[in-house]
């Protein structure tokens, strides 16, 4: 199943969608450039080589990399849910 056909179609502001980030959800927006991206939450569990909760995203070529946001996605009203992943609680 492609990220594009599970997407909730409601889009929200950078606060907006921090919370829902903060929950768990998988986040994307209209605005990037390649298909297929998302940004996810990490909380560090024993298994982590990090000690603090940091987020990362998934690029169009399907690597994993730290995301930081510019000033363009804290501005933008484009935030779009992607879905809860089945792992979360």
């Known amino acids: 199943m492609s990220t594009e056909s599970i997407k909730e179609s409601i889009n929200r502001d950078f606060g907006t969608a921090l919370t829902a980030l903060k929950n768990g959800y998988r986040l994307a927006r209209?605005?990037?450039?390649?298909k297929g991206m998302w940004i996810e939450l990490q909380l560090p569990d024993q298994?982590?080589?990090?000690?603090l909760p940091y987020i990362y995203m998934k690029t169009a070529d399907d690597k994993l990399v730290p995301w930081l946001a510019s000033q363009t996605?804290?501005?933008?009203?484009?935030?779009?849910?992607?879905?809860?992943?089945?792992?979360?609680?």
Not at 73 to 89: G, H, M, N
């Open 30 to 34: 209209d605005g990037w450039n390649g």
């Open 47 to 51: 298994n982590s080589k990090m000690s």
């Open 73 to 89: 996605d804290v501005l933008a009203e484009d935030w779009t849910v992607i879905f809860k992943p089945t792992w979360q609680k």
